[in-house]
Nanobody, 121 residues
Framework: QVQLMESGGGSVQAGGSLRLSCAAS?????MGWFRQAPGKQREGIAF????????VYADSVKGRFTISRVNANNTLYLQMNRLKPEDTAMYYC?????????????????WGQGTQVTVSS
């Protein structure tokens, strides 16, 4: 059984930065970050491929967010820079074994409880 625990959320002004962490217990393979704003669908925003650590991003965060992973401590990170009010959401890390479209939430069997990010203008 995999357990994921996010941390690092908070409130920040537009243009600021936050760093999210996701500590994983158990064996993980494919990991990514999702977010969900009130009244909106859960959105995949960043993914890191196992093995070569290649990364992909949603257009909405490309160039501002950076996903990384430290295998030694089984922790996933999301560095968020130049934050905008539209980045306000609950942020989740997710892990799974199934291959497929990285942004498809159905592929991820394990989810953290989420951490809130609020960006004020």
């Amino acid at each position: 059984q995999v357990q994921l625990m996010e941390s690092g959320g908070g409130s920040v002004q537009a243009g600021g930065s936050l760093r999210l962490s996701c500590a994983a217990s158990g064996s993980t393979y494919r990991m990514g970050w999702f977010r969900q704003a009130p009244g909106k669908q859960r959105e995949g925003i960043a993914f890191i491929y196992p093995g070569n650590s290649a990364t992909v991003y949603a257009d909405s965060v490309k160039g501002r967010f950076t996903i990384s992973r430290v295998n030694a401590n089984n922790t996933l990170y999301l560095q968020m820079n130049r934050l905008k009010p539209e980045d306000t959401a609950m942020y989740y890390c997710a892990a799974g074994q199934r291959a497929g479209r990285w942004s498809d939430a159905e592929l991820y069997a394990y989810w953290g409880q989420g951490t809130q990010v609020t960006v004020s203008s």
